[in-house]
């Protein structure tokens, strides 16, 4: 996870949707606009992370670290938290 520790993905399933995005943190074309995108139409949507859905954003990169995942969040909570 952004935060170093192993996770598995069936730890994320908590009896709610998984909404699971597959890219590349440091992106340069792409990745941004989809999460981008998706994170404009669930909020449009009405629904909320956590209650209605949960939300998971996986690099195909494996020499992305937990640091670029943690960056990658920090940003897109800060520009698409409600």
């Given at each position: ?21 597959l ?16 994170f ?9 992370a ?9 690099s ?23």
């Amino acid at each position: 996870d952004e935060s170093g520790q192993a996770l598995r993905l069936s730890d994320l399933f908590e009896g709610l949707p998984l909404i699971l995005v597959l890219g590349y943190f440091h992106c340069p074309k792409l990745c941004n606009v989809v999460r981008a995108d998706l994170f404009q139409a669930l909020r449009a949507s009405g629904m909320v992370a956590g209650r209605d859905y949960i939300f998971a954003a996986l690099s195909v990169d494996p020499s992305e670290t937990s640091a670029a995942a943690a960056a990658a969040k920090a940003t897109d909570l800060q520009r698409f938290s409600a």
